[in-house]
């Protein structure tokens, strides 16, 4: 189903599978809770059934079916789920089961939606705590880093949160550098983007907190400051999270949020053990 849009500027997700339809529900509710009056758009493919988009229709989503990308056979090869963590492993984390590589490279379809002046994406494994419609006022291309074990992170961005300005001209030239030969995006969009826009503006850590600096780094960890959580890796609805003993504070919180329950104020919740 697409809707019309109501707004100039749009908060976008992806749901590529069930179940990240779980977790676009409660992102959807979280921005709900901050009062945004931007629309909600969730972009999905075309094999996630209406049970799993229902929550957030109801939620008054602006749903757009998209098709993943043209993108030639040998491209798809080398970024396929085997292929890409076998040359490209993750060390630090896990992947869960339903993760599927390529459907990364769907997030730049927000470049056709030309009908919003400015957007802001975020995963659908992320939580908004506070209003942020002041990031749709950022530049284009404005994303925080990939902090969430040194310092030394701080050189990389993380795509789960970034500000765009929908254009046909620049979703154009990102197809045209995408797939050349040999090419190989190791983090898929994450290390496209960063390639594509690489004078990139810096958004603060909190715009993007990853949940392992609760663990790896917890001197950066403030509750008073964070506006966007985000659980990389290891997702809080999984059965057989291996890291859900030190992270169990950030998984009641999503459920409360996903359940649409009461909601503790956030800025009175205790930090980590070891925050400064």
């Known amino acids: 189903m697409t809707t019309q849009p109501r707004h100039r500027f749009a908060y976008v997700t992806l749901v ?149 300005t929908p254009s046909h001209d620049t979703f154009r030239h990102m197809l045209e550098r995408l797939d050349t030969p040999e090419v190989f995006w190791r983090r898929t969009d994450q290390t496209f983007l960063e390639t594509f826009f690489p004078e990139w503006h810096g958004l603060p850590v909190y715009f993007n907190m990853l949940q392992y600096v609760w663990f790896t780094m917890p001197a950066l960890w403030d509750w008073k400051s964070i506006s966007i959580l985000h659980y990389q890796y290891e997702k809080p609805w999984e059965k057989d999270h291996p890291k859900a003993v030190r992270l169990q504070p950030l998984i009641d919180l999503w459920y409360r949020f996903h359940n649409d329950s009461d909601v503790p104020e956030i800025a009175a919740l205790d930090n980590p053990e070891g925050a400064a």
């Not at 040359?87 to 730049?108: E, I, Q, V, Y």
């Not at 074990?149 to 993380?158: G, I, P, T, V, W």
């Open 16 to 164: 590529t599978n069930a179940d990240y339809g779980i977790g676009a529900t409660a992102l959807a509710r979280s921005l709900r809770r901050t009062g945004t009056t931007a629309d909600i758009v969730v972009l999905h493919t075309g094999g996630v059934d209406a049970a799993a988009l229902a929550p957030l229709e109801a939620l008054g989503c602006r749903l757009i079916e998209v098709e993943h990308l043209p993108l030639s056979d040998v491209f798809n090869e080398r970024h396929a789920r085997g292929q890409l963590h076998s040359a490209a492993p993750f060390t630090k984390g896990r992947k869960p089961a339903f993760h599927s590589p390529l459907d990364n490279f769907c997030k730049l379809r927000l470049w056709q939606l030309v009908e919003y002046e400015r957007c802001v994406f975020i995963d659908a494994d992320a939580l908004v705590l506070k209003n942020v419609d002041r990031l749709f006022f950022y530049p284009e291309f404005s994303a925080a880093p990939n902090v969430y074990e040194s310092l030394a992170d701080f050189r990389r961005m993380n795509s789960g949160v970034f500000v765009a």
